[in-house]
Each structure stands twice: as structure tokens, then as C-alpha cells.
């Protein structure tokens, strides 16, 4: 079946620095794909939609500067957090539709916990 | 806007027990609705999901779930729990129109007692 995978599984990280992860959809290609943000014992919300060869769009109050986002290829978007902060600490958490089916073939990672210390 | 609630955040089940976990959603049309699970580690993955049609949707693992339109309702059901079971529950809308976008419940964790 269709996997989508996420890279790293956990990262720690100092207050300041930037940190980038990965989504990867293994055996299909998505031209979209989506970033979540999970709060512990709390919802997915979602922040922003990865487009192939565009710009992503994000979620209102998301900022764009803060979480850049490239979809370089048919099969990878980075989700990067810049200059991160103790509140950025969350599990991030990728999911890509797969493409020609319904709305229902929408494959999750298994999510990145970032720590910033 | 579309949303959508879980009224129980954690819901405690014996084993062998039945159980339902409530979601009402609110959207404009006709919803597209899914049911998610949890588990340490792990990725979502999806139990079950309503289009149209028949609204008793039969899901993996032993679930169902019920599309009540006039209560804005899509309740999961499994009429008895396995330990494996424990976990965090989402429900989500759908807007195909959006890309696939979904919308999330806020969860409900599921304890299966022994």
C-alpha cells in the first residue's frame, strides 16, 4: 500500500536555529501534500498545503516566514521551522492524497516531534 | 466554516465492552467524513469513511460508523473492544473541492480496562 514517510522521527534542537523536515510519498507522487501541527493531547491543525512547482498556501494565522515550505519534487515537501522557539515545540505531521482517487486516499506520515530547547 | 466536535475527550471501556465515540460536524453541504486512529508512533490511519449512500459504513478492526444527517452526527461504533483498541480517535470532514483538506475533531483517547 501507499506509505508516506517523515524525516526525522524526533529532533531536539537549541532555541534559534532552523530545523527542516522531511515528507516523502514512497510509491506514488502527490502534487499536494499537507502539514499538520499536533499540540500534545490536542487536535491536527492543519498549516499549510504543499503544491508541486508553487507557492504553498497556508492556513490563516500561519506564518509563512516561520515555516517555509518547498515541494521540490513529485515525492518530497520540506517543511523547515527558521529561527525556532520553545513554542514551536510540537509534532508536525505530513500527509499527501493520493492522486486520481477520492478524498478518502489520503495517506499521514507518522509525524516529527520537535523539541526546542 | 467547517467543524467539527468530540464531546468526550477520554472515554474508559472494559475489555470485551462495546463502544461509541460521538462526533457532530458542521459544513455547508453534504459532508465528506472519515474516521481516524491513532496510535503511539504511528501514523493516522483511516478506519472508515462516508461519501453518499448507504449511512451505515462498516470500517477496518471491527468498526462502524452512523451519517444521521437531521443530527449532524457520524458516531464510531465497535460492539467489543479489544485492548489493542486503546488509542486516540479523530474524526475529520473532508472539502474534496479544497483539495482534500481535512478538518479535525479535537479526539477522544480511548483506555481499555483488562
Known amino acids: 500500500g501507499a506509505v508516506v514517510s517523515q524525516h526525522p522521527s524526533r529532533v531536539i534542537c537549541k532555541s534559534g536555529t532552523s530545523v527542516k523536515i522531511e515528507c516523502r510519498s514512497l510509491?506514488?507522487?502527490?502534487?499536494?501534500m499537507f502539514w499538520y501541527r499536533q499540540f500534545p493531547k490536542q487536535s491536527l491543525m492543519l498549516m499549510a498545503t504543499s503544491n508541486e512547482g508553487s507557492k504553498a498556501t497556508y492556513e490563516q494565522g500561519v506564518e509563512k516566514d516561520k515555516f517555509l515550505i518547498n515541494h521540490a519534487s513529485l515525492t518530497l515537501s520540506t517543511l523547515t521551522v527558521t529561527s525556532a522557539h520553545p513554542e514551536d515545540s510540537s509534532f508536525y505531521i505530513c500527509?499527501?492524497?493520493?492522486?486520481?482517487?477520492?478524498?478518502?486516499?489520503?495517506?499521514f506520515g507518522p509525524g516529527t516531534r520537535l523539541t526546542v530547547l | 466554516a467547517q467543524s467539527v466536535t468530540q464531546p468526550d475527550i477520554h472515554i474508559t471501556v472494559s475489555e470485551g465492552a462495546s463502544l461509541e465515540l460521538r462526533c457532530n460536524y458542521s459544513y455547508g453541504a453534504t459532508p465528506y467524513l472519515f474516521w481516524y486512529v491513532q496510535s503511539p508512533g504511528q501514523g493516522l490511519q483511516l478506519l472508515l469513511k462516508?461519501?453518499?449512500?448507504?449511512?451505515l459504513v462498516q470500517g477496518i478492526k471491527g468498526f462502524e460508523a452512523e451519517f444521521k444527517r437531521s443530527q449532524s452526527s457520524f458516531n464510531l461504533r465497535k460492539p467489543s473492544v479489544h485492548w489493542s483498541d486503546a488509542a486516540e480517535y479523530f474524526c475529520?470532514?473532508?472539502?474534496?473541492?479544497?483539495?482534500?483538506?481535512?478538518?479535525f475533531g479535537g479526539g477522544t483517547r480511548v483506555l481499555v480496562k483488562p
Open positions: 510509491d506514488f507522487q502527490a502534487t499536494t
Open positions: 475529520a470532514v473532508g472539502k474534496k473541492a479544497a483539495g482534500n483538506k481535512l478538518t
Open positions: 462516508y461519501f453518499s449512500g448507504d449511512t
Open positions: 500527509s499527501a492524497p493520493r492522486p486520481g482517487g477520492s478524498t478518502d486516499t489520503q495517506y
